[in-house]
């Protein structure tokens, strides 16, 4: 069994319309996420992190921690975290596949809004931040990130935390290649409709541009 490779049990998404597919697959990424978390606290109980040696100077094992414990929590943090980017990845196929629907479709009939009829937000999702800039062929272009969405959820980041911006930056520099998922509030039209919209974004180097996103993002 390679433990670098997502496990076999990990439910996959197939049979699954793009939404349905979402929404288990968001769930999943919840469920990892709690016990991954569950797990990191186990470390922290024996005062280790995934780097700290379990074996003494001179090749024996630690006496003052438990050395088993520890290694079968790390064997199942580093499995989960590989279930964790598969199921990241799934989230990005199948968001992909959900926003080409909803293009094929129109794009006001596809967010649920029919003429100057509002579908509003999450009322427990509070914006803030806003997009005040995109360049062209970068990772938050390819995202689908538009000037003027207003941030609610960038990763783990939202209202409560993001410490005027510092705790977003943070997740961008830990999250280089990898998908993050974010949710944004975005103008429909003249009249002022608005729609919540769920978009992954993959920060990276190397694409042209400065920075990883590629966007210039100002606190509300």
């Not at 024996?46 to 079968?72: C, E, K, W, Y």
């Not at 929590?73 to 580093?78: A, G, V």
């Amino acid at each position: 069994m390679d433990l670098h490779n997502p496990s076999d049990s990990l439910p996959l998404s197939n049979g699954y319309s793009p939404s349905n597919a979402l929404s288990a697959l968001s769930q999943q990424r919840h469920d990892l996420e709690e016990e991954l978390s569950a797990l990191v606290s186990v470390l922290e109980s024996h005062n280790v992190d995934m780097n700290t040696p379990l074996i003494t100077p001179d090749g024996f094992p630690r006496s003052d921690i438990d050395v088993a414990q520890v290694r079968i929590t790390r064997t199942r943090i580093i499995r989960l975290r590989n279930d964790l980017k598969a199921v990241m990845s799934r989230i990005e196929t199948a968001l992909y596949e959900h926003h080409a629907r909803l293009r094929e479709r129109g794009s006001v009939s596809a967010i649920g809004i029919a003429g100057d009829v509002e579908r509003k937000p999450d009322p427990n999702g509070i914006a803030f931040a806003v997009v005040n800039n995109i360049v062209e062929r970068s990772p938050a272009y390819e995202a689908g990130l538009v000037k003027g969405d207003k941030i609610v959820k960038f990763g783990s980041v939202h209202a409560g935390n993001h410490q005027k911006l510092a705790r977003l930056a943070s997740v961008v520099q830990e999250n280089e290649n990898s998908p993050i998922e974010i949710t944004v509030i975005r103008d429909i039209d003249e009249a002022q409709a608005r729609a919540e919209v769920n978009l992954i974004l993959t920060p990276r180097q190397g694409w042209g541009g400065r920075g990883m996103l590629g966007c210039h993002i100002l606190p509300l």
